[in-house]
């Protein structure tokens, strides 16, 4: 093994270790959370606590599951090419991603809200039934109620072939990213990501309007400035390859 290729082996895996820190914070948050205060304390972090069927409940599930499949095309592509452009922006997701996720898991910890939701539809947090917990006006709840539409409570998108929501890759696309490689790897993978990045923005902008605790809504306005840059960037990289953005 080369010094270089030992070199980003340790970036990558220093990505994975920043995870599990995150993770690990989360866990210990909860336990000082539960381990003392008076019982006025404690009363007053439940009345801060959202509920399951809440937006902030609701993007922190759904977000970490789009995350989680972002972090994994990045560390496919990263075994599919050799282009250290793409390798670095994949890094560069996979480690934010990973980090972000483990922030919205530890929340869910910390309110003891379940990670999953049965018979909730995936971003069913968008849709319109949240006016009373949002500061979002009759014009925003309106587009949230189409958004909400587009996930698969309404006419537009449904979940299918394991894309559960608008932007994620379907089974038959993540099994095209392992078996390219080279250029090909590399167009599919910011083609894919691109379309990832659209539907995070969108699901990120919803929980910037709906979204009650002020952690999470300035982490959702983070994630809107941060992906629509990395955006940006990889439409230039599509071009220079002589691609194009999926319609």
């Known amino acids: 093994m080369t010094p270089a290729v030992r070199v980003r082996r340790g970036r990558w895996a220093a990505g994975s270790v920043a995870a599990l820190a995150l993770l690990c914070a989360g866990a210990a948050t909860v336990a000082s959370a539960h381990g003392g ?70 929340w869910l910890d910390l309110w003891e809200l379940p990670k999953t939701a049965a018979g909730q539809e995936p971003m069913g947090w968008m849709a319109a039934g949240h006016e009373g917990h949002s500061t979002a006006g009759p014009a925003d709840m309106a587009d949230m109620a189409q958004m909400s539409g587009a996930a698969g409570t309404g006419d537009g998108y449904r979940p299918h072939d394991g894309s559960l929501m608008p932007g994620m890759a379907t089974r038959t696309e993540l099994a095209r990213l392992r078996g390219a490689s080279g250029r090909a790897a590399e167009v599919l993978y910011l083609q894919l990501m691109t379309d990832h990045h659209r539907g995070g923005i969108d699901m990120a902008r919803g929980c910037a309007r709906l979204c009650v605790v002020p952690a999470e809504r300035r982490l959702a306005r983070g994630m809107v400035e941060a992906q629509q840059s990395e955006l940006d960037a990889m439409a230039g ?7 194009t953005p999926r319609p």
């Open 37 to 106: 205060g008076s019982g006025a304390d404690h009363h007053a972090t439940a009345q801060r606590t959202p509920a399951t069927d809440s937006a902030d409940a609701g993007f922190a599930r759904d977000m970490a599951v789009h995350h989680q499949q972002a972090v994994e095309m990045s560390f496919v592509v990263r075994d599919r090419t050799h282009d250290e452009e793409v390798r670095r922006l994949a890094y560069d997701i996979a480690n934010t991603q990973a980090n972000q996720r483990g922030m919205l898991l530890g």
């Open 237 to 243: 990289m599509l071009a220079a390859r002589g691609a």
